[in-house]
Nanobody, 124 residues
């Protein structure tokens, strides 16, 4: 069982930045590709970014490319999402997740462990 705890959300003005963190309770953190998803009110949970176990492969949804950066520190069992140039449409609850399939994926069904989420609100 892997427990994930997100932090770093908050209220920010458009154009601002936030860095989300997700701490994992496992000694084998580097075995898990990790992802960030977000869910806006009335919408389905959607893929944002993913990173493989070593940190060498990353994927992003098109709407955040060039603005968001996913990274990980395996020594600290933590994955990060640096969010720059934030827009009101980025407002959502952000979830981190650990993949059970051993390969980095953009598909929600590949992820078996989820955090509780952290709210990000971007004001215009």
């Amino acid at each position: 069982q892997v427990q994930l705890v997100e932090s770093g959300g908050g209220l920010v003005q458009a154009g601002g930045s936030l860095r989300l963190s997700c701490a994992a309770s496992t000694r084998t953190f580097s075995n898990y590709p990790m992802g960030w998803f977000r869910q806006a009110p009335g919408k389905e949970r959607a893929f944002v970014a993913a990173i493989d176990g070593s940190g060498g492969i990353t994927y992003y949804t098109n709407s955040v490319k060039g603005r968001f950066a996913i990274s990980r520190d395996n020594a600290k069992n933590t994955v990060y999402l640096q969010m720059n140039s934030l827009k009101p449409e980025d407002t959502a609850v952000y979830f981190c997740a650990a993949s059970l399939k051993g390969v980095v994926s953009t598909e929600r069904d590949s992820y078996g462990y989820w955090g509780q989420g952290t709210q990000v609100t971007v004001s215009s």
